[in-house]
């Protein structure tokens, strides 16, 4: 009987490798086309076999190792100086993924995340915030956009944060092959940039999420309510301006005026050790805004601090009128799987790891 299903367990093992290489074919012929030669194609193809193999670090030398390379030149000329769209490549991930996870629901969520460098030569760093370490570093950063539904979550676009003092230098800009096109751009501008081109693409998410970095800038909300019609919900800080009754109001002292009954209790979802409960309030802004939307400030709170202001957390809501504080709530939930995908990332799929100068690299 044992053997009988260890023979199952082979068979369902061998069938799922086989739809996997499948799966890996159709996506590399569509990807194929948009490499100028074939040496380049075949690096790629290897390349992305490498990223999914079981190799404790995903360097050049070990996933060379992996593909059979005795170096990791081809790998490296793949990456800084062979001639391939990264652009039409990453539209096709865009689609691809979209095309598979697409629940009639998704979200999208904008965040950063750094990557911490030694030297001077890998584009765009510098001594900037690092948010892995919450302080000012040698790094890269990055700008990333991700799919979120009830069927999974995967990053789709990206953006590469050129500090001042890259896009302003014609030698560095030269070294490392960035596009005369590209100019500085702010995180906000880098986030309106990925959302416009995943719009242009038909993807309509029914709300997009992001924290404070991207609610400090008027402009971009802006943008999100006036143009795009997109619902949002993004983190505040609690010193967060508004005007209200002709008056600039702060979000902190809006929680504070929201009476007793105003706070309701609302899980968050399941955790490990089952529901996690706040509490959460609703103040409508009085502002303009299109016909069929209002903007919310939206609080939630700590059941066992209900009177300690820093256990207290803000968000901007953009959305139809009638949207509902479980909706709302459903939402903020939503913003943490972005996280997820950074950490697979960089542990999975090299991210952590990588060894890239170039621009298109």
């Avoid at 009987?1 to 093992?13: C, D, Y």
């Avoid at 939307?293 to 820093?310: M, T």
């Avoid at 949207?323 to 950490?343: D, H, K, N, Y």
């Amino acid at each position: 009987m044992q053997e009988e299903l260890n023979l199952f367990r082979s068979g369902q093992a061998l069938e799922t490798l086989s739809v996997w290489s499948d799966h890996l074919k159709s996506f590399q012929q569509r990807i194929g086309k948009y490499f100028a030669r074939s040496e380049a194609k075949g690096a790629a193809f290897d390349y992305i076999r490498a990223l999914l193999c079981p190799v404790e670090r995903k360097n050049g030398w070990q996933m060379a190792e992996q593909v059979g390379y005795a170096s990791p030149y081809r790998l490296q000329h793949l990456l800084g100086r062979a001639i391939w769209d990264e652009e039409q490549v990453c539209a096709e991930v865009r689609e691809y993924v979209v095309a598979h996870l697409d629940d009639g629901a998704g979200i999208l969520a904008v965040d950063e995340t750094s990557f911490l460098k030694r030297g001077e030569e890998s584009v765009g760093v510098g001594r900037q915030y690092c948010g892995l370490t919450g302080q000012i570093e040698n790094c890269q950063v990055g700008v990333f956009l991700a799919y979120i539904s009830s069927k999974g979550q995967s990053l789709i676009d990206r953006r590469l944060y050129l500090p001042k003092s890259w896009a302003q230098d014609r030698q560095r800009r030269k070294k490392a092959h960035i596009p005369s096109k590209v100019r500085f751009a702010t995180k906000t501008g880098l986030a309106q940039g990925m959302l416009h081109s995943a719009i242009n693409a038909g993807i309509q998410p029914a709300w997009f999420v992001a924290d404070e970095v991207y609610s400090r800038d008027a402009s971009f909300w802006r943008w999100l309510e006036q143009t795009a019609r997109q619902p949002y919900v993004l983190t505040v800080n609690k010193r967060q301006p508004t005007p209200m009754n002709f008056k600039t109001h702060y979000a902190e002292d809006l929680a504070r005026s929201v009476p007793p009954e105003g706070w309701q209790r609302l899980s968050t979802g399941a955790r490990t050790k089952g529901e996690r409960y706040h509490e959460w309030a609703l103040v409508e802004l009085s502002c303009r805004h299109p016909q069929g939307f209002s903007r919310w400030f939206l609080f939630r709170r700590c059941p066992e601090h209900p009177d300690e202001p820093s256990f207290i957390s803000s968000y901007q809501v953009f959305a139809p009128s009638d949207t509902s504080l479980e909706t709302m709530v459903g939402v903020v939930a939503q913003r943490w799987p972005i996280e997820e995908c950074f950490q697979f990332a960089k542990d999975q799929l090299g991210l952590g790891d990588y060894e890239v100068r170039s621009w298109a690299g």
